[in-house]
């Protein structure tokens, strides 16, 4: 039973991120009761944000859609058919426009990959806070089923107990 104490002590001190001076269980549990642990995260990642980060994400936003996807292909046509059927500035192969291309792939891929490792780390801190809450949440319900136990025992007790003064729980019930 000290070993289970000693367990939930050191669960609480780590979701609590504190140093605590009480050993007493029921302490701990009404401290870590009252400390509210739900945090949210994008909202904290957003206060952090660079004018960088926010150009990254809208960036993305932009070149991950459809309308960027149809009018690129737009483009490229148009592109194609300028330079073969009107003015030929850039003939087939099209190396001019090659080389656009790999300049623009060259910078949308670490944009795209800026925006996205952002991302991971906030659902990385959400799993964290999702664990944190969990635990708290088991530690409670752990210590409510302590508690039923202790109320259905005493209640056990009080039935034994008039049973032998000779009350019948069960006659009084159907009357």
Known sequence: ???????????????????????DESELIEML??????IDIDKLED???TFGDKLADIVTA??????????FV??????????????GFDPYPFILLNLVLSCIAALQAPIIM????????????????DYRIDLKSELILEVLHEQMLEIAKNQRKIAQILEKNGLNLSDNVKK
């Open 114 to 129: 800026m925006s996205q490792n952002r991302e991971a780390k906030k659902e990385s801190l959400r799993n964290k806070n």
């Open 33 to 38: 009761i009252d400390e509210p642990l739900a």
């Open 47 to 49: 206060e952090k944000r």
């Open 62 to 71: 932009i070149i991950g859609s459809w309308p960027f996807i149809i009018t």
């Open 74 to 87: 737009l483009f490229l046509f148009f592109w194609m058919f300028l330079n073969e059927f009107v003015h």
């Open 1 to 23: 039973m000290d070993d289970n104490k000693n367990r939930k002590k050191e669960i609480v001190k780590q979701l609590l991120n504190e140093d605590l001076k009480t050993d």
